[in-house]
């Protein structure tokens, strides 16, 4: 009798610590995970209440415009129609009307105020609930822009925002997957690249992560700090690409936006893609490992003082593999026999340090901002190692190519 109710206590015993280690570990999960209501409810404020005070002092003088922008796409192909539709805006003398992103984890209607990400596309341009304020529906002109071939597309876009309308709304999303694959945007470079250097910043609250992140990871913040050491960052883009790369090399697709670019070509790791391979393709969007240990060896020998990486890597709950290839991978770089068997110079370290993506010093309420982080690491980084069919990637290439004047022979595509 005692021994049951022994068993019985012990087995109570077992439930309830799994059960409060259980709810302690989803407790945190989701703290952790969750977002800082109170910041972004501050800034939906900031922003409209800035935008009305801009409105006072230029609002008279100022043409409007409002685009049909991507609900719900990754981080980075919001930020990058955003810093287009911005430069289109400017271009045709127009005031951008920005809007929030859409936070595609939380579901579609989840949003975040643009200002948390970006300071860039904020500064002389209104909030939609601004927009809606000094531009009612009654005033609005409505017109779609697409209706040309894509060569065409840019300067008619331009041309038809010129017109005297004080209120345009664009009904048509023109900045889709094929335009930004095609050799058309290479007429947008040289403005845009202008655009980038005199126009682009982020937020504080991203600012903030990268300083801190630097700092704690020894990263250098740049050629000309004497803090951290000099790093390589590698865009692992991994987790739903497995799919994704099967899709497009089936639609025979090559890379995407600025990765296109002709003076880039040159940092494309043989052998050349040719979209009409179909084993081509998957080898530049989705490479094995062999393939990305060739290109860090690569570096490794030609710049012996790089034996940092950071690596920008998409694991998650519901991608669990990426943890394990990322393991893998870590692994390969620090085993000395195989640097040296791959010519590594043997008066310099045979093993290469990896940080990565899990690493980035968050604060509570901050993991919204850990990818933009992400990708202002990867900009400062000696060498950025990239994925040309990744929009996170050509934003990285575009951003050291453009705002920083930095060099074509620092980025290498795989
Ligand atoms: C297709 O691409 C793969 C990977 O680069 C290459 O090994 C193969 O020879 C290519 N096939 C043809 C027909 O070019």
Known sequence: MISFFCSRWRLLRAVLVIWVVGSLLASYIFLKTRPSYDLYNTLTRTELESSQKWL????????????????????NNQVQEILLYHHLALSASRTYVYQPLVWRPRGEKSTVPLSAFLRGPIEGSISEAAFDSVCP?????HITLGTVGFQDLWNH??????????????????????YLASPAIHDIWPS???????????????????RRTQAKLRLRPGPHSLHGEPYMALHFRRGDFEEHCQVLANDRMGFTTWSTLPLLSDSIQPPALNTANISSVTEHCYPTLERLL???????????????????????????LVYWQKLQLERALRDTSRARAAGWPENKPLAIRV????????A????????????????RADVF????????SSQIAALRLGADAGRKEDIVFM
């Open 56 to 75: 006072q002092v230029h609002g008279d003088k100022r043409k409007f415009v409002f685009f049909k922008q991507l609900q719900g796409a990754g981080f």
């Open 157 to 178: 876009a331009k041309n038809s925002l010129s017109r005297d309308d004080r209120c345009i709304y664009v009904d048509d999303h023109i900045l889709n997957w094929r």
């Open 355 to 362: 940080v990565h993506s899990g690493m980035l010093q968050l």
């Open 192 to 210: 845009f690249n202008q655009y980038l250097h005199d126009h682009f910043a982020w937020s504080n609250p991203v600012l903030k992560i990268v």
């Open 137 to 141: 529906p009654g005033q609005v002109t």
């Open 385 to 392: 190692i990239g994925n040309g069919y990744s929009s996170l």
């Open 364 to 379: 509570w309420g901050e993991g919204d901002m850990a990818v933009a982080a992400d990708v202002e690491i990867a900009r």
């Open 294 to 320: 060739a290109i860090i060896d690569a570096q490794a020998i030609a710049r012996p003082h790089l034996r940092t990486l950071h690596v920008l890597h998409d694991g998650t709950w519901d991608h669990p």
